[in-house]
């Protein structure tokens, strides 16, 4: 992390997890275990249905809440279909585009993914990007130019102006869900050569002010480590956000420096 230059941003994905009456319970939790987190943004993404609990059950807490999806399009015939200016009505704040079971079970390429953030952008939200290689990718030593392409796709087009409202993730398929975690060097070295493709498109200025988070069984355990990395600048988590305590755990683990 380094708070002197940008935001540490702790989210929750809860993926396809918690119906609507869970949502208040959640909250009312993590606030019991962390009543107003200053030192850094916390983000609850939750799945479309629970997002009006969402947004009131966490109205009165430091925490904003995200959407996990959009469409790339504005509005029209898109059956079953939620669009960013429904999001930005009800209040969400932020979304995940391109997470890696969207782009693996849903058929999300990189040109989707960068219509999406579009999309988010022009509706006021602001897009988590997530990118990130496969076990077979890591072990071919193609990881950077990949991840590479996917920054540089997911960001065409977006001016310099608005990088101050975008997040990236980076989320090693081979970590997300497995128990498996990139070591805090590996993490640190993929979210560095990213701040490097973002410096080479908009200058260090806008580099050293996105957030790049680390994603993929992140934990109440190793948050401390990966978030003490230089270019950690927070977590995208999936199994710990949905336990309050583990959560919280996360959360305290960015109360560094
Ligand atoms: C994720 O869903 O983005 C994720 C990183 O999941 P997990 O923490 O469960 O690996």
Request: neutral net charge.
């Amino acid at each position: 992390m380094n708070t002197k230059y940008r935001k540490t941003v702790i989210a929750a994905n809860w993926k396809m997890n918690k119906v609507a009456s869970e949502v208040k319970p959640f909250a009312d939790e993590l606030k019991a275990l962390c009543p107003h987190p200053k030192w850094c943004e916390v983000v609850v993404c939750a799945p479309f249905v629970d997002l009006p609990a969402a947004l009131k059950a966490f109205k009165d807490m430091r925490v904003s809440v995200g959407a996990e999806n959009l469409n790339e399009n504005d509005s029209g015939a898109y059956t079953g279909e939620v669009s960013a200016a429904m999001l930005k009505d009800i209040g969400v704040k932020y979304v995940v585009i391109g997470h890696s079971e969207r782009r693996q079970y849903y058929g999300e390429t990189d040109i989707l993914v960068n219509k999406k953030v579009h999309a988010a952008i022009n509706a006021n939200l602001i897009p988590i990007i997530c990118v990130g290689e496969s076990l077979e990718q890591r072990e071919l030593g193609i990881t950077i130019e990949l991840i590479t392409l996917q920054v540089k796709t997911a960001l065409a087009g977006v001016p310099a102006d608005k990088m101050r409202k975008v997040v990236i993730a980076y989320e090693p398929v081979w970590a997300i869900g497995t128990g498996k975690t990139a070591t805090a060097e590996q993490a640190n070295e993929v979210c560095s050569a990213i701040r490097g493709v973002i410096r080479s498109l908009y200058g260090a200025r806008v580099a050293r002010a996105v957030s790049i988070q680390y994603g993929g069984s992140m934990n109440e355990k190793n948050a401390a480590e990966l978030l003490a990395q230089p270019d950690i600048d927070g977590g995208l988590i999936g199994g710990a956000s949905l336990v309050p305590a583990k959560f919280a755990a996360v959360i305290e683990a960015a109360k560094q420096e």
